[in-house]
Structures are given as C-alpha cells and as structure tokens.
C-alpha cells in the first residue's frame, strides 16, 4: 500500500470515530431519557398502589421489580436503612446529579410517613423527572442529528490537519 492510501484509510478511520462519537453520545441521551421515563413510571405505580390500596413497602416493591431501579432498591431490603438503598439504587441509574437528587427525596420519607405525604413526595419526583425527560427528549430532537454530524466533522478536520 502506498502512503497516499494508508493517509486516506487513516483520515477515513478518523471521520468514522468522530461520527461513532456522536452516535454514542445520542444513544447516551436516548438512555438517560428512556431511564428517566422508567423511573418516572415506577413512581406513579408505587404511588397509585399506595393510596388506593395503602400496601406494604416491601409488596408495592415487589410488583415493581420488572423496573431496573426498583429491582436494586428491593434487592436489598431488611438489612440496610431503606434510604441507603434507595440512594445506592439511584447512584446506579445513569442521571445527572439534579436528577439524582430528585429521585432521592422520596426515599428518606418512604416508611417513615403517612401515606398522604409519601404520595405528595412521590408524586413530586415524578412531576421533576417526567418534566426533565420531556426536556431531554426535545434536546434529542433538536439536536440528534447534528451530533452525528458534529463528531464526522470534527473528524474531518482532525483528518485535514493530519493529513
């Protein structure tokens, strides 16, 4: 092969990466917006079976174990506190600390109150996270496709300056 062709496949190569990069980051939102709906789900299940049949923690986990987050939480139930575990399943959930943080409020309260006050704080974190995946998949729309475009370019011009 001449050096002409290894510089062609090299600059191809690198214009290949860049548009991967972009397509990684784009499944990253994709993944952080679909956990954020997950999560938000679980949250209106776990309120609606906590008003209406005001069951015990441990069950109303039970029936949500199809969810990853709720899985991790109920996993661990009767050897640490309940907030430990409720924290320790949101660190492992690809979110942004804001979201984290949001998702954490309900579980220093779960089991300590009333069930009208663990609905209201349910029913909060689901409010924020519902509004944040709204807000992250209008992003995804917007801006989607140019992440693709933007990593080929930066590719490109990486390419050219090496070539």
């Not at 980051?25 to 299940?45: N, P, W, Y």
């Not at 049949?53 to 987050?69: C, K």
């Not at 924020?128 to 011009?157: N, V, Y």
Request: with cysteine.
């Amino acid at each position: 092969m001449t050096s002409l062709t290894l510089r062609l496949l090299g600059s191809a190569l690198l214009i290949a990466a860049g548009t991967l990069l972009g397509w990684g980051r784009l499944a990253e939102m994709q993944r952080r917006a679909g956990c954020l709906r997950e999560i938000s789900d679980g949250l209106g299940r776990m309120a609606t079976e906590l008003e209406t049949l005001q069951s015990p923690l441990r069950e109303i986990l039970s029936h949500l174990t199809d969810l990853r987050f709720f899985r991790l939480v109920s996993a661990g139930l009767g050897g640490e506190p309940f907030e430990t575990l409720w924290r320790r399943a949101a660190a492992a959930m690809p979110l942004t600390p804001e979201e984290r943080d949001a998702l954490c409020a309900p579980g220093a309260v779960l089991g300590r109150c009333d069930a009208m006050r663990a609905c209201a704080e349910l029913a909060l974190a689901r409010a924020s996270l519902t509004a944040r995946a709204d807000a992250l998949e209008r992003e995804i729309a917007m801006r989607g496709k140019r992440f693709a475009g933007l990593g080929a370019a930066l590719g490109a011009i990486v390419a050219a300056v090496l070539f």
